[in-house]
């Protein structure tokens, strides 16, 4: 997972007409209200240009927006969001995709 973009939006946005402008048709809400950092965040996954990414986006003026890239073999969960937003750090991504259980 990588970082591509952050920056405040400072005017109302709703994260799915952001992401519809875009060209993203394929996106859903995973986490509505998940504080870290002393803010709320909703999370977004979404599909763009065959890509998986993640958008953070803050509830409250101004809007801080994080977009990630989750590169193949990338998982993403909420807690990589909080450790990054705590420690400006991302989380090492473990690189087994697949383990046999020998059955």
């Avoid at 799915?16 to 060209?23: I, M, N, Q, S």
């Amino acid at each position: 997972m990588k970082v591509l973009k952050e920056g405040m939006w400072k005017r109302p946005l709703e994260a799915a007409d952001l992401l519809e402008r875009k060209g993203c048709d394929n996106f859903t809400l995973l986490e509505d209200n998940i504080k870290t950092g002393g803010r709320l965040y909703e999370i977004w996954w979404y599909s763009y240009q065959d890509k998986n990414h993640i958008l953070a986006k803050g509830k409250l003026f101004p809007y801080p927006l994080h977009f990630f890239l989750l590169e193949k073999g990338d998982t993403f969960e909420v807690t990589h969001f909080k450790q990054y937003i705590e420690t400006g750090k991302i989380k090492e991504q473990d690189s087994v995709l697949f383990q046999q259980t020998g059955f």
